[in-house]
């Protein structure tokens, strides 16, 4: 199993931890310090080394930080992890803060008096962050202090540091070679005016580089740091060990990752240096140094995120795959002995049909399995502790994806385990109605996702209802699930382009009761010329590239209109075409009967 069920963190001991931090506090004469669930590399995944957040709080989700004070330590979590936080933290010792809605520079100096201090580890806050927070801070005469991170003088049992294998990614999967792309952003950086580029994210550079690694459960990149110089070359700061099973990179100059530093300091003139993804230590030594560091968008994100021919091809190949092993699934759960199954249970019979495909490298993330009311927890993730029976339940939430050479999948569904009521059929419709909207989109050239986010909503909205968590995120190809800078966000002003792997996911929960979401992969395609239209006018629209069938128990035809309800028939057909083909006699005859026009 890929998957573990162990209990990672814990409430009882966030206590102890929160006063051993705050003695550190006071004989280093400071105030406050915060705890980010951040590394230096500022993505969103991080080692067990790093998971500082969890060690301290108990919580475990992907997003949040903590404010130490000396008298009171406030939880940030975002809307997906409202209900998971409280469950998680001692909340006789953290008092958990919804973010954005408070954000954290109003909470400090709202408990902060002029002349305290508060300390940070500038590795792990973005420069974008610890400017913004010095000038807030400042403002109210709170001095902000950059120091060693606290924590670590205290966390005694800190694993080490991963050093898995690297591997060399095929040229044929990835579209371009590594040399392409680096002289390709190379002269970029030459027409810019600037000398080099720090790329701090993994997955950039394991993009460029046209590599992966094991460094990351559920995410197969390496660790590394780097530096892309103007004349294409780049210095890769990585420990050799993870290279030794590979010939050398053509191009790349190993350093140990404790060179890093001392290495920025030797750029000279403009240097490009993603403000929102850098750790503010790579500002601080560039502007020290003397250079420029310019706030300029990670050179990798955009071409990375517009994939090739060759990666579109591959993750279609990828989906099919993991679709049959999804279906075989779902026609086992609804055959199989409800009363005597579990949560594990059932994230141990996915998993399981995934392996049978025989290509699986591993899950793309930790299942999120949730019956009835832990489906409501929208990142929940199954522990011996928390293993629900799906006995007594009407919904069982399965938010799962798979890890293979050629592509990275992720999909949700939600199933009704038993006859469901009025209200389940009724929310479960208008979230289908919302993933339909999306997939039906057309949009001219330029338009965002913020722009297309109100339409997954929509159907929510009109029935006063809606969820807390973005319409969709970039994915990678046999890289990160989450892949930015692509979304389908209130939030996300970047314009979609073709060759962008996203998510379509709404959702809805109901605390206490059921969680629904369902959730496509989708990419952007330049779209089919319509009679009457504008030639001169680009168009886009989205390919789907998942092909599992919704539960129709669920599905209130009447609320319908007949374009969604002809989607969803063409959707099924289609499901039916590409997927049976791979299936055996019993799975086959629960898939056509799943497929079958409404």
């Given amino acids: 199993m890929f998957q573990d069920f162990s209990v990672s963190a814990r409430p009882e001991n966030g206590p102890p931890r929160l006063e051993a931090l705050r003695r550190i506090m006071e004989a280093e004469g400071v105030d406050g310090f915060l705890i980010p669930r951040a590394d230096v590399h500022q993505g969103e995944y991080v080692a067990p080394c790093d998971d500082r957040l969890a060690w301290l709080t108990g919580f475990t989700g992907s997003a949040g930080f903590c404010a130490a004070l000396r008298d009171q330590a406030g939880v940030f979590v975002d809307g997906r992890y409202r209900v998971q936080v409280k469950h998680q933290v001692d909340l006789g010792s953290f008092t958990p803060v919804h973010w954005p809605e408070t954000g954290l520079a109003e909470w400090?100096?709202?408990?902060?008096?002029?002349?305290?201090?508060?300390?940070?580890?500038p590795w792990l806050h973005t420069v974008k962050e610890g400017l913004a927070l010095a000038t807030a801070l400042e403002d109210k005469g709170v001095d902000l202090r950059e120091t060693?991170?606290?924590?670590?003088?205290?966390?005694?049992?800190?694993p080490a540091p991963p050093t898995e294998p690297v591997m060399v990614y095929p040229d044929a999967l990835a579209g371009r070679s590594a040399e392409d792309k680096r002289t390709s952003l190379a002269a970029d950086l030459r027409k810019a005016g600037q000398s080099a580029a720090v790329l701090t994210?993994?997955?950039?550079?394991?993009?460029l580089l046209n590599i992966r690694g094991a460094d990351i459960p559920r995410n197969p990149i390496a660790q590394c740091l780097g530096i892309l110089h103007d004349d294409g070359t780049?210095?890769?700061?990585?420990?050799?060990?993870?290279?030794e099973g590979i010939a050398p990179l053509e191009g790349v100059t190993i350093a140990e990752p404790a060179g890093f530093a001392p290495a920025l300091s030797e750029l000279t003139g403009k240097v490009a240096v993603d403000y929102g993804t850098a750790p503010l230590a790579v500002y601080g030594a560039l502007m020290a140094a003397g250079a420029t560091p310019v706030d300029t968008r990670d050179p990798c994100a955009l071409p990375k995120a517009a994939k090739t021919d060759a990666e579109i091809t591959a993750t279609r190949t990828a989906h099919l795959r993991d679709a049959s092993a999804v279906v075989k699934f779902l026609a086992w759960l609804d055959s199989a002995p409800k009363d005597s199954l579990s949560e594990i249970d059932v994230v141990t019979a996915l998993e399981g049909f995934r392996r049978e495909t025989n290509a699986l490298r591993d899950i793309s993330f930790e299942t999120i399995c949730g019956s009835g009311?832990?489906?409501?927890?929208?990142?929940y993730r199954v522990t011996k502790e928390t293993n629900r029976p799906l006995a007594d339940d009407t919904l069982l939430l399965v938010d799962s994806g798979g890890q293979y050479l050629d592509g990275t999948t992720d999909i949700t569904r939600t199933m009704a385990l038993r006859e469901p009521g009025p209200e389940e059929r009724t929310a479960y419709t208008q979230v289908l109605q919302g993933l339909i909207a999306i997939s039906r989109a057309r949009f001219p050239k330029g338009v965002a996702g913020a722009h297309l986010d109100a339409l997954a909503r929509a159907p929510l909205w009109a029935a006063g209802r809606d969820f807390d968590h973005g319409t969709g995120h970039g994915v990678g190809v046999y890289l990160s699930v989450h892949e930015g800078p692509q979304r389908l966000s209130r939030v996300s002003d970047l314009p979609l382009q073709p060759g962008m792997i996203l998510s379509n996911e709404p959702g809805y929960y109901l605390e206490g009761r059921f969680g629904i979401r369902l959730e496509n992969l989708i990419v952007v395609?330049?779209?089919p010329a319509l009679p009457g239209g504008d030639p001169e006018r680009t168009q886009y629209a989205f390919e789907t590239l998942t092909f599992v069938p919704f539960d129709r128990r669920l599905i209130d035809v009447t609320i319908l209109a007949p374009a969604e309800r002809d989607w969803l028939d063409a959707y099924h057909g289609e499901v039916l075409a590409k997927v049976g083909p791979q299936l055996d006699t019993a799975p086959l005859a629960w898939l056509t009967a799943a497929c079958a026009p409404l």
């Fill in 234 to 243: 780049v210095t890769l700061f990585i420990d050799a060990k993870k290279l």
């Fill in 148 to 158: 060693d991170n606290l924590l670590d003088r205290i966390w005694q049992d800190r």
């Fill in 201 to 207: 994210l993994p997955d950039s550079l394991n993009w």
């Fill in 108 to 121: 400090l100096t709202a408990r902060m008096a002029k002349g305290q201090t508060l300390a940070i580890d």
């Fill in 525 to 527: 395609q330049p779209a």
């Fill in 373 to 379: 009311p832990n489906g409501a927890i929208m990142h």
